[in-house]
């Protein structure tokens, strides 16, 4: 499949050629959530409670994943511009092992610790019930959830976008098939209820490591080159994928701590606040999905255009992705806002006590979502250029932020208070972070002056 070539080139084409297919990649993610909870919800409000609460612990799973996938990433990306194949070839092989060895980990301590993670929340018995089942075959699969974004964000830095796109489309076209055809049986296919819908998102899971693996195989490239199924070991490499990984990982991390924090406050109202915030937030993710997509984008150019020293072009990709970014912030405004009761009845069809909560919701979340693509996006031009620390700073200080909000609010509208406490510090997020990636993009251009 070729590559991109982002060192050359009109900006705004090859960002859009590259961010397009990471864009629909990002949705490819999110439809998996959503492919179950629109099904589950067909089962029962507790099985949709039971899901968000195992998303939770997939959230995390996610923030790990941060560590080999973006730390491979933007050393990748960075040694590929200055023409260090070789030591690409090293990050690249150490960032995959390094996700298979921290997949394999947490999915274990899921199944030992999985009572005192589900009694976390409180919820009714029959909830908790849902939810094992559920875990179970969740943590089994878990080495997967690690792996394929590390396999993504690989072609992703080298600037082959379309690749991650179709396995990933193939992958979410087996989930779409499965989900139902597990949940409620067909013919000689039992109903498995919520463990078939477990089963197919592991399964599906399952199709798309092959495919890459296939792919590797067939293909004589970069990746090819890098020899992943046999583990180059390289203390320096590993280290430095490590450094660069941990600190937007434990930002991401204390985000989705909080968050399960936050939830816990939630729950406290009943298991229809939770699952109504659990959809919510899937729908909410139209916005930060898609920004996602245009910040892996933008760390893959910026990377590729700071290690060959092209600090005047990256000075120019930022100008171009903030435009982007507003572009997209104001479309996600418009959309949750205007239509969050259509939105929110596709998932809990007939149940207007839900829907009415969950477009109070997405109104709330609904204010901060122009924000939220500065924040997402200007991290991904700070982490492109190695500054991984001042996001994960920012983000670190202003997630926490929101115990003391929510705390303050609650008393005062309930578990409208949770939500208004994580919209405030998402627009302070990125109000901030805004003005930081400004600097240092005015830093660049003094660099390039001379």
Known sequence: M????LLNGKIFPTMLRLSTPLMLTAFIQMAYSLTDIAWIGRLSTDAVAAVGQVGFLIWIAESLTVIPRLGMSVLTSQSYGSKDYHQARLFLNNGFWLAIIMGILYGTMLLIFRDPIIHFFRLEEQVNRLTEAYLLIIAVGMPLF??????????????NSKTPFRVNAIGLITNIVVDPLLIFGLGPVPALGIRGAAIATVLAQGVV??????IIRQQDDLIGQSHLL??????????????????????ANIHALISVLLNRYVASFGALALAVGSVGS???????????????????LVGQNYGAHRYDRVQKIYRVCIQLLGTIGMISTFIIMVFRYQ???????????????????????GVSQFFMSFEIGCSGFLNGIGETRQPAMVNTVFNLLRIPLALLLMPLYGVEGVWAAMSLSTILKGILLFFLSNFQGRRLDLRADH
């Open 282 to 300: 899937m729908i909410e993710s139209i916005c930060w999905m898609t920004t996602e997509g245009v910040a892996i984008a933008i760390t893959a």
């Open 2 to 5: 070729k590559q991109l070539d």
């Open 209 to 214: 490591f092959l495919l890459f693996l296939n």
């Open 230 to 251: 046999r583990w180059t070991f390289d203390r320096s490499a590993l280290f430095k994928v490590i450094k660069i990984g941990i600190p937007a990982s434990l930002q």
């Open 146 to 159: 690690f792996v394929n974004p590390v396999l993504s964000g690989a072609y992703q830095c080298l600037g």
């Open 343 to 365: 939105l929110f009845q596709l998932f809990v069809p007939g149940d207007r006590e839900a829907i009415a909560l969950g477009a109070v919701y997405l109104l709330i979340l």
